[in-house]
């Protein structure tokens, strides 16, 4: 497996307002992912963090409120744009290894006020 | 589209039984089934996979099976114990490459 960090851990936000999350591996990975986890709730994958081009983002997901960034092999940010309490969740990285495992890094808690 | 139904929702067993969860999926380019273990306030955790060349893995005190005709797997947990108590979720991907679709989570109690 990998070594994988997320920063912050936890943060509450006003709405209107954006939070720029970052992930980071202790290892060069060819996949990293940015999922939304809900109060509750199953993981659903935001995007694909591709390095060196844009991400590719899942149905119901888009770039100007979900911004992902990946300029190396061991680093991505993924911001949250123009919150909104529905955008409070838990926002995890994963990275992908091997043939097809997922590893993931321990999440970031957002709380929109 | 790409669906992965997780059954039960809730699981409650007595220390020592075994718990049984079970998954369907829909895309049968599907070639992997991995098992995830939530505790609260903790990262999802792999626990356990299967590929579609097999029909059964074990490691320990869980196991799973994987029917690709019927489009279903399962994770089976012997003699649980207190610490199983967590969220499990399943999942299926390779129909796409990495994208992983994650059923809805049993969450499971272990009573002492």
């Known amino acids: 497996s990998a070594v994988i960090s997320q920063k912050p851990s936890r943060d509450i936000c006003q709405r209107g307002t954006s939070l720029t999350i970052q992930c980071q591996v202790d290892?060069?990975?060819?996949?990293m992912f940015w999922y939304r986890q809900q109060p509750g709730q199953s993981l659903t994958l935001i995007a694909t963090?591709?390095?060196?081009?844009?991400?590719?983002?899942e149905s119901g997901f888009v770039i100007d409120k979900f911004p992902i960034s990946r300029p190396n092999l061991t680093f991505s940010t993924l911001t949250v744009s123009n919150m909104s309490p529905e955008d409070s969740s838990i926002y995890l990285c994963?990275?992908?290894?091997?043939?097809?495992?997922?590893?993931f890094g321990p999440g970031t808690r957002l709380t929109v006020t | 589209g790409e669906n992965v139904e997780q059954h039960p929702s809730t699981l409650s067993v007595q220390e020592g039984d075994s718990a049984v969860i079970k998954c369907t999926y829909s895309?049968?380019?599907?070639?992997?089934f991995p098992w995830y273990k939530q505790e609260l306030g903790k990262r999802p955790q792999l626990i356990i996979d299967?590929?579609?060349?097999?029909g059964e893995k074990k490691d320990q005190r869980i196991a799973v099976t994987l029917n690709k005709t019927a489009k279903h797997f399962s994770l089976h947990i012997t003699e649980t114990q207190p610490e199983d108590s967590a969220v499990y979720f399943c999942?299926?991907?390779?129909?796409?490459?990495?994208?992983?679709?994650f059923g809805a989570g049993t969450r499971l109690f272990v009573k002492a």
């Open positions: 299967i590929r579609s060349n097999v």
């Open positions: 963090a591709n390095q060196g081009s844009e991400a590719t983002y």
């Open positions: 994963s990275v992908g290894l091997g043939s097809y495992e997922q590893y």
């Open positions: 999942a299926a991907s390779g129909a796409g490459g990495f994208k992983t679709i």
């Open positions: 895309d049968s380019a599907s070639n992997y």
């Open positions: 290892s060069q990975v060819t996949m």
